[in-house]
């Protein structure tokens, strides 16, 4: 028994061994499956961005080899930074790919995009002496590298710019300019010497005759037509951001015509149809889809400049659902620079149309974007608080205007913004009409015939105005008129509709006092025509009341009925978007100087009136490139 039972022992021995093991996978298959679903949840549409980390995590407690370690650390950083606001845990990752990465050779790629996107990081932390440090260093290791070492001049240069050390900015683009001569890359040679030019911007003249070589370069340049399409478009945009810069509405065209053509060319090649040798040709100042939303952003300027409001807004619509497109798959910081300076220029048409209402909720919605982003914040507080300011004007809350205007002045360093500023300011005074002293230091500063501030030649045209607007209401109809016919001149030479609305109708109104009723109604009639084309609910609210008042005294009394009829329906429709604006909780916003984060209480209800002297709102125009790119 004991030798059968030891027999089938045996014999069954060989079915109780295990299975020889399998094959465990290579470390490349897991990493590689890993990656392929951390890249498919990220390009979902939406991005499921939870899970694309959870895939990316998996990979580190494996202890993977230190080159895909590095990687995976880049990885996670990128897609926190750029899909979350998970700020500290993205930093955390960059920091370590940057680390690792320093001890491996020849791993070029990861090391300088890690150090790239960290320094992006800490300025959009505002920790700009943190983020120098760490771009000299790549930059100096990266020499033989010409893609990266271009790429890291510039976004040093750009750091040096946002901390309006032009001349320390201008110098990078200069040893930038050289380098990528030294190395054969002509096309980002060409690049580096148009950013100096958009440096240089500030000196007007000097730029016009550099802009026009730069387009003769840029023409007679051969090379591959997606370079060529890019490099001309950063010409035109530098170009017609110039001539807004200037005020020169009408200039401008020919040059925005043109870059709207480029744009639509440069939409209809592929990206991958001719692949230049060059590494440092590599290098984009712009993704393509960006450059198609800088497009309308500079369009959005310029109709908004000339008083083409409508069109304005078409294109603010447009550029906005482009936005939201790319921000479900790009957070760049840039992205939402382009959405805060069209809702900006919106919120400005809103308040000239009779949509204040609607123009408080856009405040409301910046404050909100720029406090996601300090940097944000700290480059557009002047901004906000200069349409606050605006904004209380158009809901006569006097005031209020001067404390959010006064607190913009303290935060701005740009001359154009400031000139804009004290414009509207001197108009608050103006209305008030018990504040002699300070209006008249204010007009000293802006004083249109000597020494004027900037070079702009709507603002100045604006400051002839704001004069012409003080000598009316002292009663110097004579030197009321000089100032309003110079406004005139100047916003007819170069499409300033607004202005040209509002110079007529004061001019009108000048006549109507003077008891020159046909003149009045010559210069009144085209008044309310261009501010209906506009439109300009203010300007038309005025108009038809000089008109009412014109029939009446001229005895025609159905031409004063309609005329009255119009009026009347002007100041229903005004009084309605005022009862509705003050109602909202963002009113309590006019009460904020500076903003912040905190909750404010409701303020009740503005009173509502329509004295004379609050007829004369919302004067000024926007004069230009008013709200810088960051």
């Keep these: 028994m004991a030798a059968v039972a030891a027999g089938a022992a045996a014999g069954a021995a060989p079915q109780q061994q295990p299975p020889p093991p399998q094959q465990q996978p290579q470390p490349t298959s897991w990493y590689l499956a890993l990656l392929g679903l951390a890249e498919h949840f990220r390009t979902s549409s939406p991005p499921k961005v939870r899970l694309c980390v959870h895939c990316l995590q998996a990979v580190l407690p494996r202890k993977p080899p230190a080159r895909m370690e590095a990687r995976t650390h880049l990885q996670l950083g990128s897609v926190l930074y750029h899909h979350t606001r998970n ?37 959009q932390e505002n920790s700009v002496d943190t983020a120098k440090p760490l771009l000299r260093k790549a930059i100096q290791i990266s020499q033989q590298t010409p893609y990266w070492h271009c790429r890291l001049l510039f976004q040093l240069a750009q750091l040096h710019t946002l901390e309006k050390d032009l001349v320390s900015a201008c110098d990078l683009l200069g040893v930038g300019a050289e380098y990528a001569r030294v190395v054969g890359s002509e096309y980002t040679s060409y690049f580096y010497f148009k950013l100096q030019l958009l440096l240089m911007e500030r000196k007007l003249q000097e730029v016009h005759p550099l802009l026009t070589l730069c387009g003769q ?5 051969q090379g591959n037509p997606i370079q060529k399409e890019s490099l001309r478009v950063f010409f035109l945009v530098l170009q017609v951001t110039h001539y807004l810069d200037a005020g020169q509405v009408k200039s401008v065209k020919p040059c925005l015509k043109q870059l709207q053509q480029c744009i639509q060319t440069i939409s209809t090649l592929h990206d991958d149809e001719i692949l230049p040798s060059n590494s440092a040709d590599l290098f984009h100042w712009l993704p393509k889809e960006h450059m198609c939303v800088l497009v309308y952003l500079v369009t959005v300027m310029h109709s ?22 790319l921000k479900m798959l790009d957070c760049s910081p840039i992205l939402s620079s382009f959405q805060v300076i069209l809702l900006e220029h919106i919120i400005m048409c809103r308040l000239v149309t009779g949509h204040k209402a609607t123009a408080l909720q856009e405040i409301s919605q910046v404050c909100q974007l720029c406090q996601q982003s300090p940097r944000l914040f700290s ?38 913004l400031w000139a804009f500023i004290v414009t509207n300011l001197a108009s608050v005074y103006i209305r008030e009409g018990n504040r002699h002293q300070e209006l008249y230091s204010l007009l000293e500063r802006i ?45 007819n030479a170069e499409d300033l509709n607004r202005l040209t609305a509002c110079s007529l109708v004061l001019l009108g109104h000048i006549f109507y006092v003077l008891g020159n009723h046909r003149e009045s109604n010559n210069m009144v009639v085209p008044a309310m025509q261009l501010a209906s084309k506009i439109p300009d609910m203010s300007v038309q609210l005025w108009s038809s009341a000089l008109l009412r008042d014109l029939n009446k005294a001229c005895g025609n009394a159905m031409d004063a009925h309609e005329a009255a009829q119009m009026h009347q329906n002007f ?24 903003l912040c984060k905190s909750r404010f209480p409701l303020l009740g209800l503005s009173d509502f009136t329509c004295k004379s002297r609050k007829c004369f709102h919302l004067i000024a125009i926007h004069p230009g490139f008013l709200l810088a790119v960051s």
């Design 304 to 325: 908004m400049q000339a008083g083409y409001l409508e069109k304005a807004q078409k294109y603010t619509d447009k550029a906005l659902m482009q936005l939201e497109k």
């Design 217 to 221: 370069i840029v023409e007679n340049w």
């Design 87 to 123: 700020g500290d845990q993205a930093r955390g990752h960059l920091e370590k790919a940057w680390l690792i990465s320093q001890q491996i050779p020849q791993f070029e790629d990861v090391k300088f995009e890690a150090a790239s996107l960290l320094s992006e990081l800490y300025c």
């Design 379 to 416: 480059n557009h507080a002047a901004q906000l608080h200069t349409l606050l300011g605006l904004y209380c004007i158009s809901v006569n809350c006097m005031d209020n205007a001067e404390a959010q205007f006064t607190t913009a002045l303290r935060l701005t360093t740009h001359q154009e």
């Design 447 to 491: 004083n249109p015939d000597h020494n004027f501030p900037v070079s702009s030649h709507c603002l100045r045209a604006a400051a002839f105005y704001i004069r012409g607007l003080f000598s009316f209401f002292q009663g110097r109809y004579n030197e009321a008129k000089r100032f309003l016919r110079e406004t005139l001149k100047m916003s």
């Design 571 to 594: 100041s229903q429709q005004l009084l309605q978007d005022h009862i509705e604006a003050c109602s909202l909780p963002e009113h309590n916003l006019i009460s904020v100087h500076p």
